[in-house]
């Protein structure tokens, strides 16, 4: 399994980020995946996961901001960000699995920094 992150960076509050995650080693159109973070100082979040279905599941602190969306022809898992916090400020986790929530997952990429600062 090889899952790796792309597209963070330094953005200004409020504004917008999109993370792709490109997945490899296992068969992506059938697993259920999901994005988690951790914070400086803070544990593990998850923050949303998506079945091969296309059903959505989002915690609270992202709902409505935070849009996961997936590509199976191009094996590709996103996640767009909008109306970011300084409190977003996090790495940020591609998962294999995570679903339903609270469910160990199975994988994990290496993480992509996502900074939130004017």
């Known amino acids: 399994v090889q899952l790796l992150e792309s597209g963070g960076g330094l953005v200004q509050p409020g504004g917008s980020l999109r993370l792709s995650c490109e997945a490899s080693g296992f068969t992506f159109s059938t697993s259920a995946m999901s994005w988690s973070r951790e914070a400086p100082g803070k544990g593990l979040e998850w923050l949303s996961g998506i079945y091969s279905s296309g059903t959505t599941y989002y915690a609270p602190s992202v709902q409505g901001r935070f849009t996961i969306s997936r590509d199976n022809a191009k094996n590709t898992l996103y996640l767009q960000m909008n109306s970011l916090k300084p409190e977003d400020t996090a790495v940020y986790y591609c998962?294999?699995?995570?679903?339903?929530?609270?469910?160990?997952?199975?994988?994990w990429g290496p993480g992509i920094w996502v900074t939130i600062s004017s």
């Open positions: 998962v294999l699995g995570g679903l339903p929530v609270g469910e160990t997952p199975l994988s």
